[in-house]
């Protein structure tokens, strides 16, 4: 019998990032909270020292540490925008940016957020007309939501079938699927596939609106 290999993952966090000092190019007029990511969470936490509100931890598919919270605004501290985008998307308030690795202070435009939303609702009409689709489903840790997956399939009321895959390309060689459901990292989206693509939650908010259906999405 061959050797079991025990994985383990540890979370790469950036250290010395010199948040404290970068604060002083954030200009926000607004009642602001902060956001962060993982990467800069640790370091990000320091600023509660300094008086600031710091809610914790934000992804593109999940903005939980900002429910509740009374704010007029929101400073998230980390790379890229698609988290940003998204917090900007559900929350309907200004979002600002501060990059610590390019020393950057931005701001979510309103254009952006308009660009966004047009794009997720032309993907969604794109499902609504499809007779066939493919379900994207990871291995990878954390990313695995096979039971979801099959769940979906078995009540979303289309031809669904599975397709395991860690790396996604040459989608559209499979001509006859109309439209992608992905259960994978909600960020593969934004790469342009040529094809129609929505991620899973956003299609099982439709069909939890249509009780005909009778599914249960629970994990």
């Known amino acids: 019998m061959g050797q ?8 790469a966090k950036v250290k010395h990032a010199g948040i404290k000092e970068l604060m002083s190019k954030v200009n926000i007029k607004e009642k602001f909270a902060i956001v962060s990511t993982i990467q800069f969470l640790d370091e990000v936490k320091e600023l509660e020292k300094q008086g600031y509100l710091v809610l914790g931890q934000i992804l593109g598919c999940n903005t939980a540490a900002t429910k509740g919270i009374e704010v007029d605004a929101y400073l ?13 998307f559900t929350s309907k308030k200004p979002v600002y940016i501060l990059d610590p690795l390019t020393h950057e202070f931005t701001r979510i435009q309103e254009q952006e957020v308009e660009k966004y939303e047009k794009k997720k609702k032309g ?15 990871s291995t990878k840790s954390g990313q695995n939501l096979f039971p979801r997956a099959l769940r979906f399939k078995k009540n979303c009321g289309k031809k669904a079938y599975i397709f395991m ?3 996604v390309k040459n989608l559209e060689d499979f001509q006859d699927i109309q439209c992608w459901v992905n259960t994978a990292c909600v960020r593969i989206i934004e790469d342009d596939f040529g094809v129609p693509m929505v991620n899973i939650r956003d299609v099982e908010k439709i069909h939890k609106e249509q009780p005909t259906y009778q599914v249960s999405f629970e994990d």
């Not at 698609?82 to 917090?87: A, E, I, Q």
């Open 165 to 167: 895959c860690n790396n």
């Open 123 to 137: 993907m969604l009409i794109k499902y609504y007309a499809a007779d066939k689709i493919g379900i994207i489903i």
């Open 76 to 88: 998230y501290i980390g790379t890229g925008r698609f988290h940003p985008l998204n917090l900007a």
């Open 4 to 11: 079991v290999m025990k994985v383990i993952y540890i979370p």
